[in-house]
């Protein structure tokens, strides 16, 4: 992140970036491989969705959600940032299923000329069902895991330090974008720009703050790369680590296990076995 | 070299067979109805989305096997390409969920970055800008930004950023500005055969009987619904031509046809994702045509597609111009240094000295 602008990297510490790396984490399964709580996120969302119907993916949410965010000690912020991700999706997936469930005969209730029906329904909470086991696996790996941490693990694993270095700057460029759209968004109003009048008005006023905001961003690539490139950035061959996660062999036969019994449950699915 | 092309173009095929034989299926027939095979249809894109993906890897690994390095593909990833990655990523995050929590339109715009690393640097840099903005934005970046779906869909992004990448690399995104009134109109008419030829393709293809505009007695929405879709497309025409003739610029039609095609693959691929995977409803607002496709009787499988290809070319329709126009506002020099940025300067501007003449001969 050289060359940002000064207003913007003294704001970034305040916005969660882990100052440090290799600060163990508090709890047991903090501590676990980066690797090991992605591939337990994303073997949880995706069997939710292979395992369909209600019963599995709860089943799933109850093992691998809840009860490690238990054990870390997150479940209060688990469920609150889980349910917040994923209420807009969740009102969507009930209104839309509920009343627009097409081919439905048994009828809950009538308002007007829209009806909610029982098939509907079933179907709406099925969704609901998924929708949560994805987000609360997500939730799950991120609430535990720093950011830089997994790409630092990832590197070691042998994945180019270019995808690496491209991950976390995107993750630090999230906040500091927003950081600098409100500074803009801040000097277009002295000078006259209206953003609260009508509708109309403040669509007239994304051009004047969207268009300065990218094209600012896209020059600061100049001062970027020829400050990586100063550091050696384009060097061949690998790179030592000063700091890598811990790993144990325990974890890389229990990712292992969570694949091969992924894809066999993939495999049972497409085969009929699940009905 | 001839042995990597080789096994990417076997794990292709051989991706794309076992898909059409476990998944989809072309055997089902054309509904007489709706003109439409629901089977076979609603699977091919996305298998053939997965059969690139594989092959692109099989490509990789038969290079590395090979020279035990992957020179071929990281020389499109130069440190500026690796420099306007982040920025792209973030882009693609912070409109995507602007316009999908916030403003709830029925567009994405969340590929703004991934089609303008694609034009600046090629199809496998832009390709992997669409992998990695969708995945971290699942998987990394924090709230209020996350987005739970977004990762499913990484696959759509994929693709977008190829065909972008492969466009600009035919020199579509390339202005070519004061051209004859002659050469504009000859643009504008094969844009518009294209483009109208698809969107019938589409009508007869999902649309079929189930949405008519203006039907007898239907419910409010659908009036709002027709009269918002005549609007936008009259919109669109009329900006495309004002865009064509006012800034007399050959590129339009070029980068409309470019948008729209990849509008429509990317509805294709990313339809059945959503009817499969989230039942239709992703949390933007794109569930509203949803539910009002569905409410005219369609399956969720259909009404996905008929939103898809509503929304879809419309939006990435949109997103090519704002590129287009985000290229044009960035200087020569800076859009030169990219792998690909000089196939984005115009062409008559500066290497030719008797440009005036040429000019004249035409006019």
Known sequence: MAGGDRLSDEARPARGIPPSLGRPGPTAYHRLNPLTKATLATVTAVGAVVLGGVVGPVGLVVVAVLLPAAIAGVLPQLVRTGLLLSLPIAISAFVVNLFFYPGAETVLLRIGPITATAEGLAFAIEILVRILAISGAVTLFYLTTRPSDLVVDLERRGVSPRIGFVTNASVQTVPAMVDRAQQITAAQRARGLDTEGSVWRRIRGVVPIVGPVILGSIAEVEERTMALEARGFTRPGRRTLLWSPSDSRTQAIARWALVIGLAATIVARIAGFLG | ?363
Not at chain 2, 203 to 210: A, D, E, H, K
Not at chain 2, 312 to 324: C, R
């Open chain 2, 1 to 363: 070299m001839l042995a990597r092309w080789l096994a990417a173009l076997v794990a292709f095929v051989v991706v794309f067979l076992i898909g059409i034989v476990t998944i989809g299926n072309f055997g089902t027939g054309i509904d007489p109805d709706s003109f439409f095979d629901s089977e076979g249809a609603n699977s091919f894109a996305f298998i053939g989305a997965i059969a690139l993906v594989v092959a692109f890897i099989a490509y990789a690994a038969v290079e590395y096997a090979q020279t035990r390095s992957f020179a071929s593909i990281s020389a499109q990833f130069d440190t500026r390409t690796i420099v306007l990655m982040p920025i792209a990523i973030a882009i693609n995050i912070i409109l995507g969920a602007t316009v999908a929590n916030a403003l709830k339109l029925p567009i994405y715009l969340d590929s703004i970055g991934t089609i303008l690393v694609a034009a600046l640097a090629g199809p496998v840099p832009g390709a992997l800008t669409g992998f990695l903005s969708n995945m971290l934005w699942t998987y990394v970046v924090p709230p209020p930004f996350q987005n739970g779906p977004a990762a499913a869909f990484s696959i759509v992004a994929v693709v977008i950023g190829v065909l972008a990448g492969l466009a600009a690399r035919g020199g579509w995104m390339r202005p070519r500005r004061s051209r004859s009134t002659g050469e504009l109109a000859v643009g504008a008419i094969v844009a518009l055969v294209i483009v109208v030829g698809l969107g019938i393709y589409a009508y007869t293809r999902f649309y079929g009987s189930t949405v008519e505009l203006f039907v007898e007695d239907s419910a409010p929405i659908f009036v709002i619904l027709s009269w918002l879709i005549i609007f936008i497309f009259a919109a669109i025409v009329v900006g495309f031509l004002v865009l064509l003739f006012v800034r007399r610029d050959l590129a339009v039609p070029y980068v409309t046809v470019a948008g729209v095609v990849t509008g429509v693959v990317a509805a294709l691929i990313s339809a059945p994702i959503s009817a499969n995977v989230f039942g239709g409803v992703t949390g933007g607002g794109t569930d509203f045509l949803v539910a009002a496709f569905r409410q005219a009787g369609s399956d969720i499988q259909t009404a996905t597609f008929q939103q898809g290809l509503l929304s879809d070319p419309v939006d990435k329709l949109v997103t090519f111009f704002v590129v287009y126009l985000i290229l044009a506002a960035m200087a020569r020099r800076m859009k030169a240094r990219f792998p690909q940025g000089e196939l984005l300067l115009d062409e008559l501007e500066p290497d030719q000295p008797d440009a005036d003449d040429w000019r004249g001969a035409t006019a």
